[in-house]
């Protein structure tokens, strides 16, 4: 069983979820609606009051997950925990609450997560479609044909700036209305010629503001009682009426719920015009459901990141086969020194892939180049903490290591650091099959011991043994190369 928790601007949502047969079958959901986006003051941080919330809510889903035997949790944070200026204090006491890291992800993967859970509920997988989920603080709009995604964006629009910025206190006009579906559409328009050309059979609306919007039209029968313009022009019409969220009446939504929907419908109306969008269907599946899936997938060695790896490296035209020399070396070397540290060692391979994409910029300084593209690049399935681990992997494959001096304190990290930069000598070298005649060891200090007459046959790396003790000793870390 896995687990999938999304720390979402409007509510905490958890999923449990089975794989059987080749489908996700939910045994557990809970719901938290915590408002955490309400909770960013003016200067853009968290108050203490909201934080508080945060952390009690999540130090419940903590218990509910112990109860369960899983084979994997991921938590993922959106929006609100993007923009926060305090989300970084936040983030270890949310870990502690809930007992496992959570990873803020890009809007971009967020995207991406929610068609997989979108793709995974409907199979169809010739089908060409549009996914739109309003979310808290962000809106995220995918294009894609069955499993494959064509085209994602993320747009800094969502039910709580929108209602704060157009519906003050709850009031509701037509044209504080109109004036909110066209800031909502001036966010979409330079993108929406891109979504036009790909065409769509279907349009799925995946978020729970989406879904109760749609309950609210079906129940009232409002338009023609589906999630087409008309009925969502209707519900607007009816919101304007009331004059006030407190007003609203119809069944469907919880009145604590009504500002929320104000905010998301406007954001919706906007997206629909500016797509050329008629029509649509909402749908029980999105971010949760896209997190497990990923999860299984993981554990079916198809990971989205292998993939992601692979782009990057076409993308900066990377030379496979010395990038492959290196990963392979790094490989040999790094299980040599005795880590058990399996995640590590991915991200370590990882890195030695993408170790030249700074070429692409400069050869003068091409490590830092890397080391700035692998933090900053768009690599789908990966974190924002995945991508600052392999950056400063990359970024200390040479040179001094000051630059890493503060993160060569966790052992296993250094362990990779040296692994990376002597297997970036050693492809340099071409001495590749004659790694196995070394011994290495890294507890205290660098230990290696070569074969006699090794060294003479690979000057080179005789020099590079040089440059690697100076860069070692100037960070308190011995390096001693011995002959048998």
Same mark, same amino acid.
């Given at each position: ?70 084979? %994997? ?197 906007? %997206? ?6 008629? %029509? ?96 900053? %690049? ?107």
């Amino acid at each position: 069983m896995y687990a999938a928790v999304d720390l979402g601007s409007n509510s905490f949502r958890l999923h449990i979820g089975e794989a059987i047969a080749g489908h996700m079958h939910i045994v557990r959901t809970a719901r938290d609606p915590i408002r955490l986006a309400a909770g960013l003051g003016p200067d853009g941080a968290l108050t203490s009051e909201a934080m508080e919330t945060a952390v009690r809510s999540l130090r419940e889903f903590g218990l509910l997950l112990r109860q369960y035997r899983l084979d %994997a949790v991921r938590v993922v944070a959106t929006n609100t925990m993007r923009v926060a200026t305090n989300a970084q204090a936040l983030l270890p006491r949310l870990e502690a609450a809930i007992g496992h890291p959570i990873e803020v992800i890009s809007g971009e993967e967020e995207g991406r997560l929610i068609y997989m859970g979108v793709s995974a509920a409907l199979g169809r997988p010739s089908e060409q479609r549009l996914v739109i989920d309003v979310g808290g603080g962000s809106t995220e709009v995918i294009a894609g044909r069955g499993d494959e995604i064509q085209l994602v964006e993320s747009f800094s629009i969502g039910t709580h700036p929108q209602s704060a910025a157009y519906f003050p206190g709850g009031v509701v006009d037509a044209a504080a209305f109109e004036a909110a579906v066209n800031g909502a559409r001036a966010r979409f328009e330079d993108v929406a010629d891109q979504y036009r050309a790909h065409g769509w059979q279907a349009v799925y609306g995946s978020s729970g503001t989406i879904r109760a919007i749609n309950e609210v039209i079906s129940r009232s029968r409002l338009g023609d009682g589906t999630m087409s313009l008309e009925s969502l022009l209707a519900l607007r019409d009816r919101l304007i009426g009331a004059g006030h969220v407190d007003a609203f009446d119809l069944p469907g939504i919880k009145r604590e719920r009504v500002i929320v929907m104000a905010g998301g419908l406007s954001v919706l109306i906007g %997206a629909m015009e500016e797509f050329g969008v008629r %029509a649509m269907t909402a749908i029980n599946a999105g971010l949760r459901l896209g997190v497990l899936s990923d999860l299984e997938l993981r554990a079916r060695r198809s990971d989205r990141r292998d993939s992601a790896v692979q782009d990057c490296m076409r993308r900066f035209g990377v030379d496979e086969q010395r990038a492959l020399r290196t990963a392979a070396i790094a490989r040999q070397l790094f299980d040599r020194l005795g880590t058990g540290d399996d995640s590590l060692r991915r991200h370590l391979l990882w890195s030695c892939l993408l170790h030249e994409v700074g070429q692409a910029v400069s050869h003068t300084g091409a490590h830092k180049h890397a080391a700035y593209i692998v933090e900053h %690049a768009d690599l789908p399935g990966f974190t924002s903490r995945e991508q600052r681990l392999m950056s400063t992997i990359v970024l200390a494959q040479k040179g001094n290591l000051r630059k890493v001096r503060e993160e060569l304190g966790a052992p296993e990290l250094a362990r990779a650091v040296l692994a990376m930069r002597l297997a970036a000598v050693f492809m340099h070298a071409r001495v590749d099959g004659d790694v196995d005649a070394l011994r290495l060891r890294m507890k205290n200090r660098i230990e290696i011991d070569t074969p006699r007459g090794w060294l003479k046959q690979h000057p080179t790396v005789a020099a590079w043994f040089e440059k690697e003790a100076a860069a070692w000793t100037e960070v308190g870390i011995g390096f001693q190369v011995t002959q048998a």
